[in-house]
């Protein structure tokens, strides 16, 4: 059995499209501006609601198929762990996960979402799409680098406390970003998840609804009802990022992570680790600790090639501080081989469509 899919460009309204999709009509694409370029499927295996094809940070794109029943699983167990149903602001593009997931939230509450305008996020357009909210319990979900552009904005800072919940994820969140916004009065829970898992499904490192969280070998694995059919024309890669263990179906993430006490910290991915000199440096890590340091918050660590020490961390930043107390810092914590070898200071952070910062780019200028 197939049904149809249908195919809408990212800068179209696709609610009423997503609304028949879960409700067993055509299932739904909504092409990335930056995707994959080959020719969409015209019909999907009839269990298939959704395809949305991931952002291609942590490895080439791909094409998720996801059911109806996964994604509303999602979203129920959102709604459960932030309290109760509310209207959403959606500020995300709607060919990624995260801004599908705030679509199907509010089908699934009743609430009409209010949308974020403008071609490029601002505090400016979101003041104006928060000033619509009707209800009193209301959420917005958001990327790191949305919730600083808020942050500096006095009148998007003020927005954002009378928001019920600030979802926040698609990225390693710095420390001191949340610690600003806490000081503010803003309550935000970050979300870990992807396509695969359709979206967020542990909030603040504790799995919701019927999620499951499980490391293997120190790579998390994480399970339960909202997890994607597979990957869309690739049986062996769905095999092999979808393994079945005790009888249940898993999503190998190739992040790495442990337990404290009852919570999930993800340390890293499993492919971000480098030989330097003979020693494994695991680049998260790097960056991890680079931004606990003063004034380096935002930095975003990529390897570079070294015709001496194989390859090497190379940090970049906004930030014009003098960088060496933090790297000595770093050095302290995690050995000398991991301090980064160059700190290149930038005055903005590339940035892919979804706000996350564009490592591919940065690795590109690393290695110039």
């Not at 601002?122 to 619509?132: E, L, M, P, S």
């Not at 930043?317 to 160059?342: H, K, N």
Request: aromatic residues 6%; glycine residues 12%.
């Amino acid at each position: 059995m197939t049904r149809s899919l249908r195919i809408l460009s990212a800068d179209v309204p696709v609610l009423d499209a997503l609304r028949d999709a879960l409700g067993g009509g055509p299932a739904l694409m909504v092409l990335r501006p930056d995707g994959l370029g080959d020719d969409p499927p015209g019909t999907v295996e009839q269990r298939i609601a959704l395809i949305v094809e991931t952002s291609g940070t942590t490895g080439r794109p791909k094409r998720v198929a996801l059911s109806a029943d996964a994604v509303l699983a999602g979203a129920a167990a959102s709604e459960s762990a932030l309290g109760g149903p509310g209207q959403w602001v959606l500020a995300l593009p709607t060919h990624y996960i995260a801004g599908l997931n705030v679509l199907t939230r509010s089908i699934a509450a009743g609430f009409d979402p209010v949308v974020v305008g403008g071609d490029r996020f601002t505090a400016k357009d979101f003041v104006v799409a928060a000033r619509q909210v009707t209800e009193p319990v209301h959420y917005v979900s958001l990327v790191p680098a949305q919730l600083a552009t808020l942050l500096d904005d006095d009148d998007a800072r003020d927005r954002l406390t009378t928001f019920s919940r600030v979802l926040v994820g698609g990225q390693s969140t710095p420390r001191a970003l949340l610690d600003r916004a806490a000081g503010h009065g803003i309550r935000v829970t970050r979300t870990y998840g992807s396509s695969e898992t359709s979206g967020g499904c542990v909030y603040d490192g504790v799995p919701i609804g019927n999620a499951a969280v499980r490391i293997e070998d120190g790579e998390v694995w994480l399970g339960g009802p909202s997890l994607a059919e597979g990957y869309w024309g690739d049986p062996a890669l769905t095999r092999d990022r979808f393994p079945t263990l005790d009888g249940s179906r898993w999503f190998a993430t190739a992040d790495t992570g442990r337990w404290d006490g009852e919570r999930l910290t993800i340390t890293g991915r499993r492919d971000d680790v480098i030989i330097s000199g003979g020693v494994k440096i695991a680049l998260g890590a790097v960056e991890a600790a680079l931004r606990e340091q003063l004034f380096f918050a935002d930095a975003v660590v990529v390897a570079a090639d070294d015709e001496r020490w194989g390859q090497v961390p190379v940090a970049f930043t906004t930030s014009g501080a003098d960088a060496g107390p933090a790297m000595a810092a770093v050095g302290g914590q995690l050995g000398r081989e991991a301090r980064p070898a160059r700190v290149i200071v930038v005055d903005d952070l590339p940035l892919l469509p979804s706000g996350k910062v564009d490592r591919a780019a940065l690795a590109a200028r690393a290695a110039d």
